[in-house]
């Protein structure tokens, strides 16, 4: 292999400068792929928004989380696991951001025209490298304008992991559009390096509890001791708090013992198509 590598970069010229490790070639092969798979999908109308409820203790749909997704031509749809990543380290995060922004807040203002969807809010995932884009606020509020949603039906979902890395900015970006009424999730509450520090140094007005602590809740002291003290803390700083990843009726029932009233997951419903999502969310009104 090391004898074929060398041969071949002797017979492609001095003057070029190639890499002959075959699984970093096909790595890179497949991010540009990707990248241009991702442009396409901007220019060509791809993308799609599915819509995951949250209930309250009642089991009354409260909201959503819009989550993106991506239709292929094939109409194979790719999960955000698969792309988001390289949509960040590309930058094309900031124009599919946008795309979802202005998606969710026209689904927003519809849902606000009709009373038994008035009262839902809806929560939208926003990368730490939107917020590095000094227009994030001007941009926000023409897609408001454009749309005629009411922001203050409207959350952005950060996550902590990503926050930290300019804090000043972030905070500043987001006093601005918690101005225009817009509120604010910590998403994967819990799993980041420095959960506190982003609670103290961001304005925050709701906790996610990751998924990951969902699973041991009822089996793992550790894990029940953690989600315990996210309610409690959350109560201590006056934050709202919702679960994710709830997919049992025990897991509910424990959360509601703790003091937690808002849920997603699995055991009410999967993000699910639009059309789907508001006779889900008119039945349970
Ligand atoms: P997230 O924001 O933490 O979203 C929750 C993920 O958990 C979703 O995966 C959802 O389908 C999944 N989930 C919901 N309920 C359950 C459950 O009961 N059990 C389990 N095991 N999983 C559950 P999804 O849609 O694949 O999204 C994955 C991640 O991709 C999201 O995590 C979010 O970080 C990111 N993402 C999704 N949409 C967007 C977007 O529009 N913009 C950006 N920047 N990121 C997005
Ligand atoms: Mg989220
Ligand atoms: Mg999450
Ligand atoms: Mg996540």
Not at 59 to 64: K, L, M, R, T, Y
Not at 66 to 94: C, K, M, N, Q, Y
Not at 138 to 151: F, M, V, Y
Not at 167 to 186: D, E, N, Y
Request: proline share 2%; aromatic share 8%.
């Amino acid at each position: 292999q090391a004898d074929s590598a060398m041969y071949q970069a002797k017979a492609s010229g001095r003057n070029t400068f190639h890499f002959y490790d075959p699984e970093m070639q096909a790595a890179l092969f497949a991010r540009a792929e990707l990248e241009t798979g991702l442009q396409r999908a901007l220019r060509n109308n791809e993308f799609v928004l599915y819509y995951q409820p949250q209930m309250d203790g009642n089991n009354h749909v409260i909201g959503a989380e819009a989550l993106l997704r991506w239709r292929l031509p094939s109409g194979e749809l790719r999960l955000p696991a698969d792309f988001i990543h390289t949509a960040e380290e590309t930058d094309l995060i900031v124009d599919i951001g946008m795309w979802v922004l202005e998606t969710a807040c026209q689904q927003l203002a519809l849902w606000q025209r009709a009373d038994e969807t008035a009262h839902l809010s809806l929560s939208v995932n926003v990368s730490a490298r939107q917020f590095v884009e000094p227009d994030l606020v001007a941009k926000t509020e023409a897609i408001l304008r454009q749309t005629g949603a009411d922001p203050r039906g409207l959350k952005f979902e950060l996550t902590e992991s990503l926050v930290v890395t300019d804090f000043v900015q972030t905070a500043q970006q987001m006093k601005a559009l918690r101005k225009l009424g817009i509120s604010f999730s910590l998403d994967d509450f819990g799993t980041g390096y420095s959960s506190l520090v982003c609670l103290r140094n961001l304005p925050i007005d709701q906790l996610k509890i990751d998924h990951s602590f969902m699973r041991g809740v009822l089996t793992d002291r550790n894990d029940a001791a953690i989600v315990r003290s996210i309610i409690a803390l959350s109560g201590s700083l006056g934050l709202q708090v919702i679960a994710e990843g709830v997919e049992t009726i025990g897991q509910r029932q424990f959360l509601s013992d703790a003091g937690c009233h808002a849920y997603q997951g699995f055991l009410y419903e999967r993000a699910i198509a639009e059309e789907h999502f508001s006779r889900y969310a008119r039945q349970k009104h």
